[in-house]
């Protein structure tokens, strides 16, 4: 037999209550603070790519470097 879900009354809210409201935002300014210094590491690493154009060839051979000590 097929159960049907319980469709809420009109009278019923979905909304916290309301000393519920704040915990909410915390998380919220926690994740806009992480796309924030997220974007500034980006913005700096782009900017020293292009004052120090030779660091390209430098990180490529550190990976390879790595790897090669890496490999079995």
């Known amino acids: 037999?097929?159960?049907?879900?319980?469709?809420?009354?009109?009278?019923?809210?979905?909304?916290?209550?309301?000393?519920?409201?704040?915990?909410?935002?915390?998380?919220?300014?926690?994740?806009?603070?992480?796309e924030f210094l997220g974007m500034a590491l980006v913005a700096s690493g782009l900017c020293l790519a292009v004052v120090s154009p030779d660091l390209r060839a430098a990180v490529v051979h550190t990976i390879a470097a790595t790897a090669v000590e890496l490999a079995p």
């Open 1 to 34: 037999m097929t159960e049907r879900a319980q469709e809420l009354e009109p009278s019923t809210s979905r909304r916290p209550p309301a000393g519920a409201g704040a915990r909410g935002n915390v998380g919220r300014r926690r994740s806009a603070l992480w």
